[in-house]
């Protein structure tokens, strides 16, 4: 994964190591003031600290109590999806060689994983109906959800994903945490903490949030429901791989419109994931390398999905609809191995 082609890193070599010095600086800020220092004054003070001033049935927007259940619901939501990472592949669950050290000592203030652990973290909504009644729901873990953690001073490559995610929605209040965006994170930061270089493993954590974030600057849109259908959106993206397509196979094309396939059930994901979902990992990061390479990276993406169908074609023209729903879901990687579908995309976008 090059930090390079992801705007980490400056065009200057010279320039990479004071730059590397000062996003790793920022990043240990960002730590202190979200997780840190909210989890200390949680501690000190209790997470129960009623005043006359605020409470936890005050509406305020600017209520304190309103920011804390509201993290609580994302924290959930990004647990959930970090503790199933990549599951055909240990990795994610096995302990970091460099975990957090302010974080994962014998300290007393509250931590992520001491917010989710054991069934105890709350998810609170509190909201006014019609008649200006305030109420609040509430919802707990269930018992299967919950993981044995590691041994204290430990702690998964998956919690540190879960801090980036964390602290990424923290930082973008209008966009926050969206379902998929760990899919995303997932191949940069295994790309990063399995790196021979040292440094590289050492800082995983500060260099994959970066390289993230300067990524969903480019592709955050599809993330965004309201913009589906806009020009930005991934519904957008979906039409140009039709007419693709359609310009390629027109045969295949009429297939697909013939049985309704439409590509919201299987181009949606491939798209906006990035065929993250579709392949084994080290096959995602061999096409994201290409895709990066690119210097209209997104629309080879499109000439990815392309391919894709292409390759399936005698399948799609002789199954029925069910058969080619599976298919389309489940693509046959082993099948059409990567390298075939990235040649049939080089030769697509020719």
Not at 8 to 18: C, I
Not at 98 to 112: D, H, I, M, V, W
Not at 239 to 260: A, C, F, H, I, V
Not at 327 to 343: C, G, H, S
Request: overall charge negative.
């Amino acid at each position: 994964m090059n930090k390079l082609v992801l705007h980490y890193l400056p065009k200057t070599t010279g320039d990479w190591a004071s730059e590397l010095k000062k996003q790793r600086a920022l990043y240990r800020q960002f730590i202190d003031e979200m997780i840190i220092k909210p989890g200390t004054e949680a501690t000190e003070k209790g997470v129960m600290d009623v005043t006359f001033d605020d409470h936890p049935l005050n509406p305020n927007p600017d209520s304190r109590w309103q920011a804390y259940f509201k993290d609580n619901e994302m924290l959930l939501q990004i647990d959930k999806d970090c503790r199933r990472l990549c599951p055909d592949l240990n990795f994610f669950q096995r302990a970091t060689r460099f975990p957090c050290a302010r974080l994962c000592g014998k300290n007393s203030f509250e931590t992520l994983r001491k917010r989710v652990e054991q069934g105890v973290l709350h998810s609170e909504s509190v909201s006014r109906n019609r008649l200006g009644i305030t109420n609040m729901s509430v919802s707990r873990r269930k018992g299967s959800e919950e993981f044995v953690p590691l041994p204290e001073g430990q702690e998964a490559h998956w919690e540190v994903c879960e801090r980036i995610l964390f602290v990424y929605g923290k930082l973008n209040t209008g966009l926050g945490y969206i379902q998929g965006m760990n899919e995303i994170l997932g191949p940069i930061y295994h790309a990063f903490a399995s790196d021979p270089d040292p440094d590289c493993e050492e800082f995983a954590e500060a260099d994959s949030f970066f390289c993230f974030t300067n990524l969903m600057s480019e592709i955050r849109d599809n993330f965004i429901k309201s913009l589906d259908d806009s020009q930005c959106g991934i519904g957008n993206q979906m039409s140009q791989l039709m007419s693709m397509l359609k310009e390629k196979d027109s045969t295949l094309w009429y297939r697909l419109q013939e049985q309704d396939l439409k590509p919201q059930f299987y181009a949606f994901r491939w798209l906006t994931l990035m065929f993250s979902q579709e392949f084994p990992l080290p096959d995602v990061l061999r096409i994201w390398d290409s895709l990066f390479a690119e210097e209209k990276r997104f629309n080879f993406l499109i000439h990815v999905a392309c391919a894709m169908l292409l390759l399936l074609k005698n399948d799609l023209l002789t199954g029925d609809f069910s058969h080619n729903m599976k298919l389309v879901q489940n693509f046959p990687y082993a099948t059409y191995d990567v390298q075939r579908v990235i040649k049939k995309a080089v030769d697509i976008s020719r």
